[in-house]
């Protein structure tokens, strides 16, 4: 690729001078890499010290390669976002039952990072009020949202055992108020994320479960190979849908929202309002099987439509083994589309949204099924990495097995992590700043360094998270913080409109993770922006001419 | 062979005393009711009385076959054949009885006295005498051709002798363009990739010219979903065979894969031109109209692909594209209709997928 243009134009003098020397002994296409302008630089931030300990056992407990999640929020409203990492715990080998998987010692802690102004990170867990994670609870994911308009975002854990809402109090501290709020859900929670399903101003909890699975019941397979089981070998179970009652309490209304009535695999989850009725619907990433759209019908009921509409299967017809998702517009055509990471010998679903509730799969037309045939994905997100306009493809991936290798060689346990940037709608792989082969799980998506360019931190089993800085370049660009006042705070579900692209106001998508909850758009050579909120409340503000390069906080009016 | 054996006694019982006549006449109705144990005992009876009567010890071989003891059947049968060697009955009886003991080699000749070739056919496979085994299994299934037990065996003496070739082929000329297409065939089953790749590398090295090999590199290529590449060595096997529809097909594929859906498009009318109605081509075909716009052509080539297969993954597919045309459409009725046939030919839901 392109071995002339790189030998003249990297950025780094020493770099080029080395490059050219060694260009005129060989001029060898190996050297591309090392002079290719890659979009990130991968760096650990001092002070991330977080290992996410997955445990894994010769029995192969099935949870084990499953967890963790990333979160990207600002919890102490410093304008800096902070790190919350999802830990797993530590499996009895073999597993017991009930195992207490030993959250109570420290090295098995969910962990919170407070991000310090010189971009280095301080481990504030015990502080916060949020070590340990309550013995027999194996963390997978989280979430969060401002679920009671405070003005500080809560997080929410997913676990296998129960599941914990931390209030955050505005103090740097964050108090447990599962019980309370009733929300400890059970079973083997994966994927949650908040948002506003009735559009009544206050955050409603909605969360994946994966399978009936325990300890106790836990199976090996792959014969000699002794391998994790696939989802098929359990039964399916329900998500969860919990409404906000407004008074720090939530009811489980699954099965009065028709969500219950359709069990499955559930791992990933996102929303958006993708026919444009006003309501926020859901996508549910399941794994082994169809994908779940539960359409919102505005009454507080949900239909599951993705088969009749074309977001269920692969464009063969054949299931798909969905793990993150992320419902956005990457085509800047306004109507929110969906991208499923799945297993290998299955290419990512790639779910155009075509209008009148119409999907179809452009898995080939976007060059995404070429990339995808032999990787597994995990986190995903679709952000304009370089400023564009245009929104890019990031997954992070590994396969689930992890002696994938013994039982078919041409598969990969440790994978690259996939940046494709997109063209028009193509997108094409691009060096994503790492060459590290990775068990990659969750992702979370977000500005940690407030430059304006787009930067990003995954998961990786047994390791380090990775932490994915943008280097950023001349592209100008606009960060929204939506302020809702009729509706909930963070404006979560709102659609942003900015210059012809459109976003729709999340902090949840990808997998197990929860992003960053400003609303960022690349402009390109644009010098000003056209803003356009549709707020959940239904009301439209406008706002033309807005000086580019900056975070913009966008009030909504209190009068319609 | 049970009836030939009856006549056969019923014939020869007239010239043995009339005890034993007795004891035979006994023992066949016991057989008959299925008592084994007491024709076992009056058959014994009649061999003691009458040890040259050959058609006591057939009897007597036979019950214990028919009781599965084919240990205890092959010392009465080999008297017999002591007796007079040219006893048919005892040669087919003793023949099944070896061979059902592992006793390939031994049941062989046995077996051709009386021209078995089913059964020969499995004894000569299991005795290493692989063209033999092949013929007289083809044979036998001339005779029979949905005997399950025959097709398992003509099928293993095929891909046994097929190895043995190839085996062959490795010891003889191991650096041969062959022997490192069939390296490159062996590592590809075990989806060791790259040394698939390299084996066909070298076997091009030797003879690029030679018809089967960028295809099957292809194939590696298309397994790691490396298109590109794919695309690249199918070209060059279409170049190489122009007329072979699968090359062509494949190219299509690894067309269609990586969006060039109007290339894909020709290569696959091409395919299905070689080789018409096959229901491969004509699911990529409707697939790769459908992604470049032309509904009417995936929809002639899915119903097509519905008139030559009701059932099965592809009638699914075929359905399942339909459906997705007809939404496009928004002719809602038809659409909804296509993906109930879907969920039917899927078994009634959408199918589970498994690691």
């Not at chain 1, 992590?417 to 990659?440: C, K, P, Q, Y």
């Not at chain 2, 290529?221 to 690249?232: D, F, I, K, T, V």
């Amino acid at each position: 690729m392109r071995v002339e243009e790189n030998c003249g134009n990297s950025r780094n003098n020493s770099l080029v001078k080395r490059v050219v020397r060694v260009c005129l002994a060989s001029c060898l296409l190996v050297l591309v890499a090392a002079v290719t302008d890659s979009v990130f630089d991968l760096k650990p931030p001092l002070g991330l010290d977080f290992v996410l300990q997955n445990s894994p056992t010769p029995q192969k407990c099935l949870i084990e390669t499953m967890p963790g999640g990333v979160a990207l929020l600002d919890y102490n409203n410093d304008g800096l976002l902070d790190i919350f990492l999802v830990n797993g715990g530590h499996i009895s080998s073999p597993a017991k039952y009930p195992d207490n998987f030993d959250r109570h010692d420290p090295r098995y802690w969910n962990r919170l990072y407070r991000q310090n102004k010189d971009g280095s990170f301080t481990d504030v867990t015990e502080q916060a009020g949020l070590a340990g994670a309550g013995d027999g609870n194996y963390g997978m994911g989280v979430a969060v949202g401002d679920y009671d308009n405070d003005g500080y975002p809560d997080l929410y854990v997913t676990s296998y055992g129960k599941n914990i809402l931390y209030h955050n109090n505005g103090d740097g501290t964050f108090t447990d108020v599962t019980t309370k709020a009733g929300v400890a859900a059970g079973g083997w929670s994966v994927s949650a994320g908040f948002f506003d399903y009735d559009n009544d101003g206050r955050l409603d909890l909605f969360v994946t479960r994966y399978m009936e699975w325990d300890t106790r019941h836990n199976k090996d397979c792959g014969g000699n190979f002794h391998t994790y089981c696939p989802p098929g070998e359990f039964p399916r179970t329900t998500n969860i849908l919990y409404h906000n009652r407004g008074d720090g309490t939530f009811e489980d209304v699954s099965q009065s929202s028709g969500i219950a009535a359709k069990k499955g695999h559930g791992l990933g989850v996102a929303f958006a309002d993708y026919d444009g009725d006003g309501f926020t619907d859901i996508y549910v990433a399941n794994d082994g099987m169809q994908q779940y759209l539960f359409h919102n019908n505005g009454n507080g009921t949900f239909t599951e439509v993705g088969l009749e509409e074309g977001a269920g299967l692969s464009v063969d017809g054949g299931p798909l083994s969905g793990m993150g998702v992320v419902f956005q517009d990457y085509d800047n055509d306004g109507l929110p589309d969906i991208i499923v990471t799945t297993l290998p010998r299955q290419t990512y679903g790639v779910f155009h949204n075509d209008g009148h509730s119409v999907f179809s799969d452009r898995g080939l037309q976007t060059g995404i099924r070429m990339m995808s045939g032999v990787t597994s994905g995990w986190g995903v997100g679709l952000e304009d990495f370089d400023n564009d306009g245009q929104k890019d493809l990031f997954i992070t991936q590994g396969h689930v097995l992890d002696n994938v290798e013994q039982i078919d060689p041409s598969l990969k346990y440790l994978e690259p992590t996939l940046l494709a940037i997109n063209h028009g709608g193509r997108f094409e792989r691009v060096d994503s700043g790492s060459n590290d082969l990775v068990a990659g799980r969750g992702a979370a998506f977000g500005d940690l360094n407030n430059d304006g360019w787009m930067d990003v931190v995954t998961s990786v089993l047994g390791q380090h998270p990775q932490v994915f800085l943008n280097r950023g370049g001349n592209a100008h660009w606009l960060t929204i913080t939506l302020r809702g006042t009729r509706s909930n705070r963070d404006g979560l579900g709102a659609r942003v409109k900015v210059n012809g692209q459109t976003r729709f106001a999340t902090t949840a998508g990808s997998y197990e993770s929860a992003s960053d909850k400003r609303v960022h758009f690349g402009l390109g050579d644009a010098k000003k922006a056209n803003v356009e909120v549709l707020w959940p409340s239904g009301t439209r503000q406008t706002l033309n001419d807005i000086r580019v390069d900056q975070n913009l906080e966008i009030r909504e009016p209190e009068r319609p | 062979m049970r009836t030939i054996l009856i006549l056969f006694m019923a014939h020869a019982a007239l010239a043995i005393s009339p005890q034993a006549a007795q004891h035979l006449q006994s023992g066949r109705e016991q057989e008959k009711q299925g008592h084994f144990d007491v024709a076992i005992t009056e058959f014994r009876k009649v061999t003691e009385l009458e040890p040259n009567f050959t058609e006591g010890f057939i009897a007597l071989g036979q019950t214990y076959m028919e009781q599965r003891d084919f240990a205890a059947a092959v010392a009465p049968l080999k008297h017999a054949l002591k007796l007079d060697a040219s006893l048919l009955p005892a040669h087919q009886l003793l023949g099944y009885a070896l061979l059902s003991q592992g006793y390939a080699a031994e049941a062989i000749p046995h077996l051709e006295r009386v021209h078995e070739v089913g059964a020969l056919g499995i004894a000569q496979l299991q005795a290493g005498n692989l063209p033999e085994a092949l013929a007289n299994l083809r044979e036998a299934l001339q005779k029979q051709p949905n005997d399950p037990d025959l097709l398992y065996y003509f099928g293993r003496a095929s891909g046994l002798l097929s190895k043995q070739s190839i085996d062959t082929l490795l010891m003889t000329y191991p650096d041969s363009a062959r022997g490192h297409q069939s390296m490159g065939e062996n590592y590809f089953v075990l989806r060791q990739l790259p040394e698939a790749e390299k084996e066909y590398r070298k076997a091009l090295e030797l003879r690029p010219q030679t018809p089967n090999i960028h295809l099957e590199l292809g194939q590696v290529y298309a397994m790691g979903s490396r298109w590109p590449q794919a695309e690249e060595q199918f070209r060059a096997e279409v170049k190489l065979q122009p007329g072979s529809a699968e090359a062509a097909f494949r190219l299509g594929d690894a067309l269609l894969q990586q969006g060039k859906v109007q290339e894909a498009r020709r290569e696959l009318r091409r395919s299905d031109q070689l080789m018409p109605n096959m229901p491969e081509t004509l699911y990529e075909f409707g697939k790769a109209s459908a992604l470049d716009g032309d509904a009417a052509a995936a929809e002639k080539a899915w119903l097509d692909l519905l008139g030559i297969e009701k059932d099965g993954a592809l009638a699914a597919q075929a359905h399942f594209g339909l459906a997705g045309i007809y939404r496009n459409q928004g002719n809602t009725v038809e659409a909804d209709k296509q993906m109930k046939a879907f969920r039917e030919v899927q078994g009634g839901a959408a199918p589970q997928n498994e690691r």
